[in-house]
């Protein structure tokens, strides 16, 4: 069955560095692929998601994450990031190739931008 | 825009009470979503529906139930709450199946819900 690891619970970072959070998952089959952020007690948001072409996602706020398949892995960065991104952010995928599909969620990772 | 509204925002429960989570949305989707999200583990599915007079279960649908009489509003009853549904509920919607067509799930704030 299809899992999802954020490699990381909490990534301290100070404002302007930039930053990487890293998110793998186990099966290699067609996937769809997300990344969502909560910020302090509001809803998720979705930051940007890979369904298929450009390995290369752009997303909102400046962020952007690489689909490598061979890898299994989609990993989010921003090169300069600032107080307002502190925030738990989310990993999902799907796996499409079959039609009993769920969104598998990871356990999330805790930026925290500190001045 | 208000997008997805969910009440109440936090409440407090005795073990055996029930309670109706509230949500509506005013984008025109059709399919909505309700999940938890519990401390250490990454959101579960309880149910969800494709549109008006439709829900399924999803992988914790075991002490809930829910309703959709309208396109705007999914309420999530919980009966005979019990501390293991202690959580946060988050109502979500999409315009289309996310599952099926990746579409953007969108979220409301959440319900703090605690069972004692």
């Known amino acids: 069955a299809q899992s999802v690891t954020q490699l990381d619970s909490q990534v301290p970072v100070f404002e302007e560095a930039p930053v990487e959070l890293r998110c793998n998952y186990s099966?290699?089959?067609?996937?769809?692929l997300f990344w969502y952020v909560q910020y302090p007690n509001q809803g998720l948001q979705l930051l940007l998601k890979?369904?298929?072409?450009s390995t290369l996602v752009k997303g909102i706020n400046g962020f952007e994450a690489e689909f490598n398949k061979s890898q299994t892995s989609f990993h989010l960065r921003k090169p300069s990031v600032h107080i307002s991104d502190t925030a738990e952010y989310f990993c999902a995928v799907i796996d499409i190739a079959g039609n009993n599909r769920k969104l598998i969620w990871g356990l999330g990772t805790s930026l925290a931008v500190n001045p | 825009n208000a997008g997805v509204t969910q009440t109440p925002k936090f409440r407090i429960l005795k073990i055996g009470q029930s309670m109706t989570l509230q949500c509506t949305q005013d984008?025109?989707?059709?399919?909505m979503y309700w999940y938890r999200q519990d401390p250490g583990m990454g959101l579960k599915l309880i149910y969800y529906?494709?549109?008006?007079?439709?829900?399924d279960k999803g992988e914790v649908p075991n002490g809930y139930n829910v309703s959709r009489s309208t396109t705007e509003d999914f309420p999530l009853r919980l009966e005979l709450a019990a501390p293991s549904q202690t959580s946060v509920y988050f109502c979500?919607?999409?315009?289309?199946?996310?599952?099926?067509?990746?579409?953007?799930?969108?979220f409301g704030e959440g319900s703090w819900l605690t069972v004692v």
């Open positions: 529906s494709v549109g008006a007079g439709i829900t």
């Open positions: 984008m025109n989707h059709n399919y």
């Open positions: 890979y369904l298929s072409g």
């Open positions: 099966s290699s089959v067609s996937v769809y």
């Open positions: 979500a919607s999409s315009f289309q199946g996310a599952y099926h067509s990746g579409n953007t799930i969108y």
